[in-house]
């Protein structure tokens, strides 16, 4: 398919998928995010950690156009995001929410789920882009039919998967994609994440509180904590406790406890 944006000049062939400059979001008189600023390459697997309520899921939101009252800048692909979604930055970004039959129409089939993104952007072969990206999430023309509540909580969430992936974008957002399922399925659908992300060359932002998916996964993560990023680090010192910030540390010892 055509890219979704212009791509950069081979000049530019290093510059960050990702660049996020002085990022801050208000609600009232309460400021969420504080002057956030993170790059993530292209082709990364890049980690958000923090407690609850420290402002990692309001990145996500702001880079997938559900908060347009944020302030600072963003760029993705080199080009700059407006406060506006658009059909173009849909394409270029997907989300995958924590929640995946709450993000499912209850009364929808699969193949309706999967159906109505490629025809809001009006792209054909409806029948071959499902069935193709059902086989790549592990599920088979039989699942088309079913509704969500015919699916286990790991098949409701490689749908979800999957319609984030029809439309074919070069950056996945991923907000807790495994907190909500059982222990058993987490790890089939991290795995399938990965395989995913090497197949489609994808770039990720994966939001946790969970260190240890970050060290299976992530190659760099941020820490926040309190609307900042405190410390960014690769999964190596991660992995090794190799870490500065106080808010790190909690988490790192948390995860030993």
């Known amino acids: 398919m055509d890219p979704v944006f212009p791509r950069a000049p081979a000049s530019a062939a290093e510059a960050p998928m990702i660049d ?78 924590q929640d995946p039959y709450g993000s499912l ?16 952007h009006r792209l054909g072969d409806v029948d071959d882009r499902i ?52 222990v058993s399925v987490q790890a089939e659908i991290l795995n399938l994440l990965a395989d995913l992300r090497a197949q489609r060359g994808l770039t990720w932002v994966l939001v946790t509180h969970d260190l240890g998916v970050l060290v299976h996964l992530c190659d760099r993560t941020s820490v926040m904590s309190a609307g900042r990023v405190v410390e960014t680090l690769d999964t190596a010192d991660l992995r090794e406790g190799r870490v500065r910030a106080d808010a790190t540390r909690r988490l790192w010892e948390a995860c030993l406890a």
């Open 20 to 97: 996020i400059a002085g990022l801050g979001l208000a609600f009232g008189r309460v400021d969420v995010l504080q002057g956030v600023d993170l790059q993530v390459r292209r082709g990364e697997a890049y980690g958000l950690l923090g407690e609850s309520g420290s402002g990692k899921t309001t990145v996500l939101r702001c880079l997938a156009g559900q908060y347009a009252h944020w302030r600072g800048r963003i760029t993705v692909d080199g080009q700059p995001l407006g406060h506006t979604l658009t059909p173009q930055r849909c394409r270029l970004m997907q989300m995958v929410f």
């Open 105 to 120: 129409h209850p009364r929808h089939s699969v193949a309706q789920a999967l159906a109505e993104p490629l025809h809001i």
């Open 131 to 182: 069935d193709t990206v059902l086989a790549q999430v592990g599920l088979g023309p039989a699942f088309r039919a079913r509704l969500p509540h015919q699916l286990s909580g790991g098949q409701r969430q490689r749908v979800a998967i999957a319609r984030a992936l029809i439309l074919e974008p070069q950056v996945l957002l991923l907000d807790e994609p495994t907190s909500a399922l059982d």
